[in-house]
């Protein structure tokens, strides 16, 4: 390897180039994360916030300036209202179920005996199965001509009726938030369990010297430990639950009626069905007002957590 | 530091096939009948619908109506249906999106979460902006990433498709390399330059080999996310031969006719390579997960 003039021990000048040529060299690694930040964040922003000020379709973007004449006609509007409102309560629902589930299978798993490779391998594969596949999957268990749960209600209860979980009003979102729970809890259950091996051994060893009791231990010693890694996985879930759309897409379309119009469909029904750039980019904006405002509580209590 | 390498040492005895023997340790508490119970339950859970996932694609329509769970008499038909029809060729093309994105966003990432991790470069700018991309719905950057194609020619090609997978999982990326590369011990790197290389040098000879397991890791999840997606694949690969297979089992459900058997059987040839690709890399996926995502 050839010695270049940036050698430590040299005069001040060549070091002082040396130390120049490394920062140029860290700006040339940055620069592809730079275009996809441009490409991914504040392209889509200036566009989206230029629609939202303006009349646009999809073909013919920008047409006239229109003012605040979208956001007013989105925050009157009972379909985006609703959409919004099912979001949130879908994404906490959907988000407080994983975290629960996943963070009980954890500590069960940490207590078990049968913790081994098999049963490791089998609670990772849901996050691998393709979200379309799992809501195929979902609507097959779910159908009302031969489905899993419509066999298993016949067999055990004869004679009842006919119950179509997904053309149900009430219940069609839930059984999408079941097939959302069923896919990514694996991944609380893997966050977790692995801060649970992680605990220092030195201070539970501590502790039982100290005689404290399994429930003492459990509530102050590893429930502490863990607390951090639980709030960030609900974080990580609580996001990834806004976002859903492909199971929507897949189980329900949007329906019955509105029923399952989670925010990202009504963005994608409001651009590429109903081509109104201008009120999607502006349904856009308020998601990012809400995930914003909901997610900075939970952003600040981890901060807190991580701290103490 | 100490939390760090807590947390390798974590990820080792999960992935370490010896754990069960190493019982028992100080720090675990005596297993309980109730937590046996409940791993048992779990695992039920997440394989009946599995199982009846291969169950119904074993059945004839008239089979999966009069209410039977498990086929006496196993009707092979759906497979070789599904095997003759477009959904090979859809798997083809999604495992090299897939493949092809990851690798493309390892190396347009790697640099850049070096220099972020242990230069700070860009700032604090830079490092709390990358991971915006990921919070909104991917939807918004559909109109830019439709413009970039149109640009390069690339539009309804999977060579464009494998573009933009490239680039949608550049900001994850560096977010789940980046508690890899706090790892290295600085003095490796100081060594490197003492010895007289440069940046590139560096990066190339010295910290690339040491992150070969976090590269196989992070590139591991990156190719499932691209194997799975959905709603770029949709827009951007309108034409048969580029179509991924997501987009081909989404398009049966909208047939007049669903063939319930067929689109199960042709679920699972479509889930079959990417179980067997984690399965496999078990190890490094898991790796990945636990050091990336929570730090």
């Given at each position: 390897m050839a010695v270049p003039s940036g050698h430590p021990g040299g005069s001040g000048g060549p070091r002082r180039r040396g130390r120049f040529t490394a920062r140029l060299y860290h700006r040339i690694f940055i620069s592809?994360?730079?275009?996809?930040?441009?490409?991914?964040?504040?392209?889509?922003?200036?566009?989206?916030?230029?629609?939202?000020?303006?009349?646009?379709?999809?073909?013919?973007?920008?047409?006239?300036?229109?003012?605040?004449?979208?956001?007013?006609?989105?925050?009157?509007?009972?379909?985006?209202?609703?959409?919004?409102?099912?979001?949130?309560?879908?994404a906490f629902g959907v988000a407080v179920a994983s975290t629960a589930l996943g963070t009980v299978t954890a500590v069960a798993l940490w207590r078990s005996l049968h913790a081994g490779a098999f049963v490791r391998t089998v609670l990772l594969l849901p996050m691998i199965v393709p979200p379309v596949v799992v809501g195929i999957l979902f609507g097959f268990i779910f159908s009302p001509s031969g489905g899993l749960l419509h066999t298993l209600i016949r067999r055990f209860t004869p004679g009842s009726g006919t119950f179509a979980v997904l053309s149900d009003t009430t219940w069609a979102i839930f059984g999408v938030a079941l097939a959302d729970v069923w896919e990514w809890t694996p991944l609380v259950v893997l966050l977790v369990f692995t801060a649970l091996l992680g605990q220092q051994p030195e201070i539970i060893e501590a502790a039982q010297l100290d005689g404290a009791s399994g429930y003492q231990m459990f509530r102050h010693i590893t429930l502490p430990a863990v607390a951090g890694t639980i709030i960030a996985a609900f974080m990580i879930r609580l996001i990834l639950a806004f976002k859903v759309f492909d199971l929507v897409y897949v189980m329900t379309s949007g329906g019955p009626g509105s029923s399952t119009q989670v925010p990202a469909f009504l963005i994608w029904r409001s651009a590429l069905q109903n081509f109104d750039v201008g009120i999607a980019a502006t349904i856009t904006l308020l998601l990012a007002i809400v995930v914003t405002v909901v997610t900075i509580p939970v952003f600040l209590i981890t901060k807190r957590l991580r701290d103490d | 530091m100490t939390d760090t390498l807590n947390t390798t040492n974590a990820a080792q005895a999960f992935n370490s096939r010896r754990f069960r023997k190493r019982l028992p340790t100080?720090?675990?508490?005596?297993?309980?009948l109730l937590a046996n119970t409940w791993v048992l339950l779990s695992v039920i859970v997440v394989l009946v619908p599995l199982l009846y996932l291969i169950s119904i694609s074993f059945m004839t329509q008239g089979q999966i109506a009069s209410g039977i769970l498990v086929p006496t008499d196993p009707a092979f038909s759906n497979w070789s249906n599904a095997w003759d029809?477009?959904?090979?060729?859809?798997?083809?093309?999604?495992?090299?999106?897939?493949?092809?994105?990851?690798?493309?966003?390892?190396?347009?990432?790697?640099?850049?979460?070096?220099?972020?991790?242990?230069?700070?470069?860009?700032?604090?700018?830079?490092?709390?902006?990358?991971?915006?991309?990921?919070?909104?719905?991917?939807i918004v950057a559909i109109i830019p990433l439709l413009t970039l194609l149109r640009i390069l020619g690339l539009t309804n090609t999977l060579e464009g498709l494998t573009l933009v997978y490239a680039l949608i999982n550049v900001p994850v990326a560096i977010w789940?390399?980046?508690?890899?590369?706090?790892?290295?011990?600085?003095?490796?790197?100081?060594?490197?330059?003492?010895?007289?290389?440069?940046?590139?040098?560096?990066?190339?000879?010295?910290?690339?080999?040491?992150?070969?397991?976090?590269?196989?890791?992070?590139?591991?999840?990156?190719?499932i996310l691209n194997y799975n997606e959905f709603l770029f694949a949709?827009?951007?690969?309108?034409?048969?031969?580029?179509?991924?297979?997501?987009?081909?089992?989404?398009?049966?459900?909208?047939?007049?006719?669903?063939?319930?058997?067929?689109?199960?059987?042709?679920?699972?040839?479509?889930?079959?390579?990417?179980?067997?690709?984690a399965v496999l890399l078990q190890r490094y996926l898991i790796e990945g997960l636990t050091t990336g995502a929570v730090k």
């Open positions: 592809p994360s730079v275009l996809v930040l441009l490409v991914l964040a504040a392209y889509p922003l200036v566009f989206i916030a230029s629609a939202a000020l303006t009349r646009s379709s999809l073909g013919n973007p920008f047409q006239e300036f229109v003012g605040a004449a979208n956001f007013q006609t989105a925050v009157s509007s009972p379909a985006i209202r609703d959409s919004l409102a099912l979001g949130t309560g879908y | 100080p720090g675990k508490p005596r297993p309980s029809s477009a959904i090979p060729r859809g798997v083809l093309n999604s495992l090299m999106a897939a493949f092809g994105g990851a690798i493309l966003t390892l190396l347009l990432a790697l640099p850049g979460a070096w220099a972020i991790a242990r230069h700070r470069t860009g700032g604090k700018a830079l490092s709390g902006l990358i991971l915006s991309p990921w919070l909104l719905p991917p789940l390399l980046d508690g890899f590369i706090r790892r290295i011990p600085v003095e490796i790197e100081e060594a490197g330059r003492i010895d007289g290389a440069n940046e590139g040098q560096l990066l190339l000879r010295v910290v690339t080999p040491m992150l070969a397991p976090a590269l196989i890791a992070v590139g591991v999840i990156a190719a949709t827009f951007l690969t309108q034409s048969q031969e580029s179509q991924t297979v997501p987009v081909l089992l989404a398009g049966m459900l909208s047939e007049r006719v669903q063939d319930f058997g067929r689109i199960a059987a042709s679920s699972l040839i479509a889930v079959i390579p990417i179980f067997t690709v």
